[in-house]
């Protein structure tokens, strides 16, 4: 079973900064299966990339997502308010066990 | 507008059993495979159980195989859960979701989340 990796666990940055979001594999997969999700506080998560660099709809163009083999990256350009919240990566394609990462979590500095 | 509204959540004592059911519209479900995910209080993602669009695939997480079955009725759009031998471990949030690659095949990506039932397993 691929196990996920997401670093930092915690990153604090203030609105209009850059925020880069780390998520590493325990062994290599194809890029095509690594998923990026946003959750809020007191929601259900939403899908935000897929592919490892397509955007959901609906996702505005400020997220993107890059990376294959063990290392992957989503990138929220400049910080909204409304983007504060945990960010899991997660493998799929294989099944049994389409794993996710433990999260990170962005919060206002 | 996709909408998945799950119910059947409630507390219940160790070793007893509860079933989860999930109301979708807003698509052809039988276009498509269905999943249940859930997360402890406070903790992270974890993915339990999907079924293809025609329950002729089905998978499980290890930490709920033998005890919890999942199985959907494609008349009335409907995906259930039936959890057996609940353990404390099995306290979650547990969420409905839909795959997001249509016409029978099973991907696990979830494109699409209901607002979740708690199970609560406790004496």
């Known amino acids: 079973e691929i196990v996920l990796t997401q670093s930092p666990g915690t990153l604090s940055l203030s609105p209009g900064e850059r925020a880069t979001l780390s998520c590493r594999a325990s062994q290599s997969f194809g890029s095509r299966y690594l998923a990026w999700y946003q959750q809020k506080p007191g929601q259900a998560p939403r899908l935000l990339i897929y592919g490892a660099s397509t955007r959901a709809t609906g996702i505005p163009d400020r997220f993107s997502g890059s990376g294959s083999g063990t290392d992957f990256t989503l990138t929220i350009s400049r910080l909204e308010p409304e983007d504060f919240a945990v960010y899991y990566c997660?493998?799929?394609?294989?099944?049994?066990?389409?794993?996710f990462g433990p999260g990170t979590k962005v919060d206002i500095k | 507008e996709v909408q998945l509204v799950e119910s059947g959540g409630g507390l219940v004592q160790p070793g007893r059993s509860l079933r989860l059911s999930c109301g979708a519209s807003?698509?052809?479900?039988?276009?498509?495979?269905m999943h249940w995910v859930r997360q402890a209080p406070g903790k992270g993602l974890e993915w339990v159980s999907g079924?293809?669009?025609?329950?002729?695939?089905?998978a499980y997480a290890d930490s709920v195989k033998g005890r919890f079955t999942i199985s959907r009725d494609n008349a009335k759009n409907s995906l259930y859960l039936q959890m057996n031998s609940l353990r404390a471990e099995d306290t979650a949030l547990y969420y409905c979701?839909?795959?997001?690659?249509?016409?029978?095949?099973?991907?696990?990506?979830?494109?699409?989340w209901g607002q979740g039932t708690l199970v609560t397993v406790a004496s």
């Open positions: 997660q493998h799929y394609g294989s099944s049994p066990g389409f794993t």
């Open positions: 807003g698509f052809t479900f039988d276009d498509y495979a």
């Open positions: 979701t839909k795959d997001i690659v249509p016409y029978g095949a099973t991907s696990g990506c979830f494109d699409n």
């Open positions: 079924i293809s669009w025609n329950s002729g695939s089905i």
